[in-house]
């Protein structure tokens, strides 16, 4: 026996399964539809004013008893009382389908805004993981070869000569790819897993807001970043020259901005192919972000420098014309992305990460600037941006990885009071049974084949004033490798520290890690070449490997 109070709005039988009760037309009592095909009347009060009239979903609650009414004629119920039984388990299950069905139909009467349901999770193996992450890698890492070898050529050109603190410039630029593209592949990566980019619209919303977002921030992001180019380089020496200084602006907002819209337009164009094609957003855009990153943003930082140095000797304004042009453009991108929802909140709060990414990066530019200066470690300039491509591609797609893993879960984001939680362990992060870990393992295992990989084709290239040796090689993989893992065991740590916090990992993570991995690795490979130097592995005493290869 099921009833229906006019205190509720919808029915359900707890023994039966989740049935319906449908008005027909105004005025006419209710009758109860069984999926058998039985069609059962409605006990309706004295009162027709108690009758619900307007269509829905009504609760229907089992009772065991019900009240004499001869004992309450003064009185009027406020219940209607009918009959139903389940003819068995199956029916009641197929009951509850066609109802589900019946209200995803239903939508003009029950429901004005359903969001998609987002996509299932990606099944995933170690096998799998390292398959679609493999081709990516190598990509990156051979557009980190190409960085390389053009940083090896242009370190010998007039600007960066004459202003060297050019250099200082090297590693914050080429951070952006963490700091922007990476964060904006990560952020999008997210949404298309979740489901965000479902339809046209949402997608279109999403795309114009990451775009105008990361312009107001490569802009503001160069412009710091040849301030702190000006405060490393030139204020410990006392020379100051404010020439080279306006350059030194110029040179860094056009390359930051220009780079930024290329590879903004080419990470929107892999995550949407990815998802249309199967693979993992997570595995593939952060790579390929980075392949093509270093590459045009350095080519572009060598271009642009040595024409407006070019201009000093004949026109004193090129140089703040062009940095005025793309800073008067700040105020349309900040009108854009502030349009959209999922962007306005990264427009008032994501600057932290970007600004002390930047100024970790400038720390590992310092220490490039002053070793590469050095003719004996003039070898170090085509090896910087591989060690620092790879570490930084690897840790922005486990990055990623967890924070989709967290947002996908829909796991607590900065819950009111949350457990104190212990930090991470090497063993959990590396030899864990979840598919974060399992990652990370997969992750470690590419650093070593990859970078002699890499290696081999600077070699094969003529590239670099260093000839490679087994000395050389065992110093290099390991200061690579020692990179990586403080890289991904912070990136456990950060990732999850963060969530627990309340900040989007998407948002905040990445451009802290890409420039630890800039840091880490600049720091670790001028370590390299010093030891090198000391022990007597110089390059006048090198013994070339390629005829044993």
Known sequence: MVLWSKDQDKLSDMSTGTERIEMKKEGAPPAYHHSNGSVHPVILPD??????????????????????????????????????????????????????????????????????????????????IGLQVLFPFLLAGFGTVAAGMVLDIVQHWTVFTEVTEVFILVPAL????????????????????IGQMDTAKDMWKMIMGNLALIQVQATVVGFLASIAAVIFGWIPEGNFKMGHAVLLCASSVATAFIASLLLGLIMIGVIIASRKVGINPDNVATPIAASLGDLITLALLAGISTGLYKELEFNDYANPMVCAFFVALTPIWVLIARRIPSTREVLYSGWEPVIIAMAISSVGGLILDKTVSNPNFAGMAVFTPVINGVGGNLVAVQASRISTYLHMNALPIAEPNPTPQKCPTPWSSFFGSGVNSRSARVLFLLVAPGHLVFLYTINSMQGGHTTLTYVFIAFYLAAALLQVVILLYLADWMVNWMWRRGMDPDNFSIPYLTALGDLLGTGFLALCFHILWLIGDRDTDKVSLVGHL
Do not use: I, W
């Open 47 to 128: 009162n027709p004013e108690e009758v619900p009239q307007t269509p829905g979903e009504y609760e229907l609650t089992e009772v065991t008893s019900l009240p004499d009414r001869g004992d309450q004629e003064n009185e009027r119920p406020d219940m209607v009382v009918l009959d139903c039984r389940a003819n068995a388990k199956g029916q009641r299950e197929e009951d509850a389908l066609l109802e589900n069905a019946s209200q995803s139909n239903e939508s003009d009467d029950t429901s004005t805004d359903q969001s998609p349901v987002p996509p299932a999770p990606l099944k995933e193996t170690s096998f799998s």
């Open 174 to 193: 080429l951070g952006l790819k963490g700091n922007l593209e990476m964060t904006l592949a990560s952020r999008l990566s997210t949404a298309a897993n």
